[in-house]
């Protein structure tokens, strides 16, 4: 196993930040790692990386013990934590050049990893003259430089514009192929787009650890709609494949189905049947974001 964590349990003060957490991840493998402001996801990162040590518990990676050998582990992984630390004051190439002389590498993968992360045309420039974006480049060209095979990466795209995201997305899931990347972000759609794997985490317990594909096949499908005048519940209660429903409002209803057929036909022939019109209807297909807030409100 690339990463290896067995009942850790991290406790601040009177506070459990992480309770008995366990999980593996194997060379490969790209893992969305999702939680709620203050739910343990950075205290776990901080533990997988030798910056603080759990209470209890077992962190190895690639089968080495992170709490009896933290440095040979760091030598490893590569890290992007969220507040990306720099020198601002560096050029580019000076800032990646002095990371390679940390981690031994041959200063010829400073230039093979500034054209991978796309700071080419930047490269010359001071640090502190670079955009967010550009910025978060740099700690992601040092996070990779030394190589490591796992890669953990603290809401990477953070300031990131439409374009360079498209190419962060891509170099992530080209770096995923042959490491373990564990990616945390508030932004589900970049999970959706990168990861193959969900963690989602709450006041430091896994609630959901299981593949996007498997989460993504959820026949649920949520329909909001509004009727000219106030419909009996027991009216509504009569359509079929019916999981749950909600009456919003006096004529706004939130009607949730289990079928993989789409179910706005049945309401619209529901509304005819009985005299009724639609005033208006939305759906929406039960998702990752969806299936977030269920879990985490």
């Given at each position: 196993?690339?990463?290896?964590?067995?009942?850790?349990?991290?406790?601040?003060?009177?506070?459990?930040?992480?309770?008995?957490?366990?999980?593996?991840?194997?060379?490969?493998?790209?893992?969305?790692f999702l939680?709620?402001?203050?739910?343990?996801?950075?205290?776990?990162?901080?533990?997988?990386?030798?910056f603080?040590?759990?209470?209890?518990?077992?962190?190895?990676?690639?089968?080495?013990?992170?709490?009896q050998?933290?440095?040979?582990?760091?030598?490893?992984i590569?890290?992007?934590?969220?507040h990306?630390?720099?020198?601002?004051?560096?050029?580019?190439?000076?800032?990646?050049?002095?990371?390679a002389?940390?981690?031994?590498v041959?200063?010829?993968?400073?230039?093979?990893?500034?054209?991978?992360v796309?700071?080419?045309?930047?490269?010359?420039?001071?640090?502190?003259?670079?955009?967010?974006?550009?910025?978060?480049?740099?700690?992601l060209?040092?996070?990779?430089?030394?190589?490591?095979?796992?890669?953990?990466?603290?809401?990477?795209?953070?300031?990131?514009?439409?374009?360079?995201?498209?190419?962060?997305?891509?170099?992530?899931?080209?770096?995923?192929?042959?490491?373990?990347?564990?990616?945390?972000?508030?932004?589900?759609?970049?999970?959706?787009?990168?990861?193959?794997?969900?963690i989602?985490?709450?006041?430091?317990?896994?609630?959901?650890?299981?593949?996007?594909?498997?989460l993504?096949?959820?026949?649920?499908?949520?329909?909001?709609?509004?009727?000219?005048?106030?419909?009996?519940?027991?009216?509504?209660?009569?359509?079929?494949?019916?999981?749950?429903?909600?009456?919003?409002?006096?004529?706004?209803?939130?009607?949730?189905?289990?079928?993989?057929?789409?179910?706005?036909s049945?309401v619209?022939?529901?509304?005819?049947?009985?005299?009724f019109?639609?005033?208006?209807?939305?759906?929406q297909?039960?998702?990752?974001?969806?299936?977030?807030?269920?879990?985490?409100?």
């Amino acid at each position: 196993m690339s990463i290896k964590v067995s009942s850790v349990t991290k406790i601040y003060k009177d506070q459990k930040a992480l309770h008995e957490v366990s999980f593996y991840a194997k060379k490969g493998q790209i893992i969305g790692f999702l939680g709620p402001n203050g739910a343990g996801k950075s205290t776990m990162m901080k533990i997988l990386t030798g910056f603080i040590k759990p209470n209890f518990g077992d962190v190895f990676v690639d089968e080495i013990d992170v709490l009896q050998n933290p440095i040979e582990a760091q030598k490893r992984i590569g890290y992007l934590p969220e507040h990306n630390p720099l020198y601002s004051d560096m050029y580019v190439r000076e800032y990646l050049q002095f990371q390679a002389a940390i981690f031994k590498v041959d200063k010829s993968q400073v230039e093979t990893c500034i054209e991978s992360v796309g700071l080419t045309i930047e490269a010359h420039k001071k640090i502190n003259q670079l955009s967010k974006g550009y910025q978060q480049r740099v700690g992601l060209a040092a996070a990779i430089l030394h190589n490591p095979k796992v890669l953990i990466l603290d809401e990477p795209t953070t300031g990131l514009d439409p374009n360079q995201l498209v190419e962060i997305r891509a170099l992530i899931k080209e770096l995923g192929k042959d490491k373990t990347v564990l990616f945390s972000t508030h932004i589900l759609q970049e999970v959706e787009a990168v990861c193959d794997r969900v963690i989602i985490i709450k006041k430091g317990k896994i609630l959901i650890d299981k593949k996007l594909a498997a989460l993504k096949v959820s026949k649920q499908q949520t329909i909001e709609v509004t009727f000219d005048c106030k419909i009996e519940t027991q009216l509504i209660g009569n359509l079929p494949s019916l999981v749950s429903y909600e009456n919003n409002e006096d004529f706004n209803w939130c009607i949730t189905f289990e079928s993989e057929e789409d179910m706005r036909s049945k309401v619209f022939d529901f509304a005819q049947e009985n005299g009724f019109k639609i005033l208006s209807l939305n759906t929406q297909n039960k998702n990752l974001e969806t299936l977030f807030r269920e879990v985490t409100s």
